[in-house]
């Protein structure tokens, strides 16, 4: 039993040692090694863009007393039909590779002196080619030292698309909304720009994963709504305000 829990340790400490090797800092400064970041996006057939794209929203910063030379492999989780994606990241863009591959590294590393930021001449910017399509799509996105995987971190990019309806996008700027107090304790002041008069209209609270933990219908014609956090756990959530089907604003709120 002892030589099992000794090797069971040692197994643990190797993995701790590596386990920070690459810090991933998002656009604030914030450790997101792990995180899901979630890109809501609004699908007008008339007049989408055909690719919505992201950039500055990761820095990989290498944590070791060793240069590192550091890869992206991007893997496909789960896809949404008829939908590609495309990257940049060293020195290059990439077109997603024929086939609709899961697994694909982009063989680009860029070397990165310790206790510094991969910079390369291109930061990762990922673009997602929606074609007219709506779903749920999630992409992982692995940095990784291509002499010793092991170093390695890790994001996963939840991209979100729904349709813009009936919306134009000067009735979308007219019904944003603001919160207050933020940071919230029990309760926090929804206050919309002007009172919202949709036939389905509905807030969400989100986590960092984009998993909704609160549901709540707004009632026609509201201007304020009291969103009770009380049973919320303290952290960094997002609050999405919906109306006809349509993402019609976003904001961070903090929970303490």
């Not at 201007?223 to 960094?236: P, Q």
Request: aromatic content about 12%.
């Amino acid at each position: 039993m002892k030589k099992i829990i000794t090797c069971f340790i040692i197994i643990a400490a190797t993995l701790s040692a590596h386990s920070q090797d690459i810090k991933l800092f998002g656009k604030h400064g914030n450790l997101i090694n792990g995180d899901t970041l979630v890109f809501w996006h609004a699908v007008d057939v008339n007049n989408s863009p055909s690719t919505f794209d992201h950039y500055d929203f990761v820095n990989a910063f290498n944590n070791t007393n060793d240069t590192l030379f550091i890869d992206v492999i991007r893997e496909k989780l789960q896809h949404i039909p008829g939908t590609s994606d495309q990257l940049c990241w060293g020195t290059l863009c990439y077109l997603e590779p024929s086939g609709g591959i899961t697994i694909w590294q982009v063989n680009d590393p860029v070397k990165t002196n310790p206790q510094d930021t991969a910079a390369g001449d291109i930061p990762l910017a990922v673009y997602f080619v929606h074609n007219d399509n709506i779903g749920e799509a999630y992409y992982r996105y692995d940095f990784v030292d291509i002499n010793d995987r092991n170093k390695s971190a890790s994001i996963t990019i939840n991209f979100s698309l729904s349709y813009l309806s009936g919306l134009s996008d000067q009735e979308i700027s007219q019904y944003g909304f603001s919160i207050y107090p933020n940071p919230a304790h029990d309760l926090a002041n929804i206050n919309f720009k002007s009172a919202l008069n949709f036939r389905e209209q509905y807030i969400e609270v989100l986590d960092i994963t984009g998993k909704v933990i609160e549901y709540a219908k707004i009632p026609f014609g509201t201007l304020n709504y009291e969103l009770n956090t009380k049973d919320i756990s303290s952290g960094v959530y997002f609050v999405r305000l919906i109306a006809e089907g349509v993402q019609v604003d976003t904001k961070k709120i903090i929970i303490e």
